[in-house]
């Protein structure tokens, strides 16, 4: 067996694929190994040689594939599949909703928004209201900023209806002492009549 075939028992002894060199002029020797023994004496003596594996280099391939981040080899006429094939646009959307969820639970357990604002923001990205982190953000500051501006309009018209209402309180109490007053006269020029 090992004579008929040479390349498998040299494989078996090497431990290797079935890259293996065999010298043509010593093809009669080659052939009478007949155990493994031989064949190691004919790969010590040279007579069978390991190739030496052949390079399949990625360097190419690297080259590329940096090319192809930074933007080359990517325009339509290296396109195959559809818009939605290469990026598929549940993907996107996938993406764009955890971004800003991710945003809006930040906002919220920094105290940044309460509870009812989240929900409603919530539901107005789910709503595709907004286009990305940066809209949003814009939003939250607008919404904020008028929240707070609101308030302090509040505020000034209770304080203006404390001061009204305090000044008319006032009024009050002068011309019911003015009355008085009146009153008193009128009842001391009274009684001096009287008298």
């Not at 040689?49 to 690297?62: D, E, G, L, M």
């Not at 509870?115 to 709503?127: C, D, I, N, T, V």
């Amino acid at each position: 067996k090992t004579t008929e075939y040479p390349h498998k028992a040299v494989v078996s002894t090497q431990s290797t694929g079935k890259k293996v060199w065999l010298d043509p002029n010593e093809a009669s020797e080659i052939s009478n190994a007949n155990s493994r023994q031989n064949i190691k004496k004919l790969i010590k003596d040279g007579l069978i040689i390991k190739k030496p594996q052949t390079v399949h280099s990625r360097a190419r391939c690297r080259k590329n594939r940096e090319a192809r981040r930074m933007g080359r080899h990517t325009g339509t006429g290296k396109r195959k599949g559809t818009a939605n094939a290469r990026m598929p646009e549940k993907v996107i959307w996938m993406r764009r909703m955890r971004v800003l969820r991710r945003l809006l639970k930040k906002y919220r357990e920094d105290k940044k928004i309460d509870k009812l604002m989240y929900h409603a923001l919530y539901l107005q990205s789910k709503g595709n209201i907004f286009k990305n982190k940066r809209v949003l953000m814009e939003h939250i500051h607008k919404k904020k900023a008028e929240s707070a501006r609101l308030k302090t309009l509040q505020e000034q018209a209770e304080a203006r209806r404390h001061r009204s209402k305090a000044a008319h309180e006032r009024k009050l109490a002068r011309n019911a002492q003015k009355n008085a007053e009146m009153f008193a006269h009128i009842e001391d020029n009274v009684a001096e009549e009287e008298s």
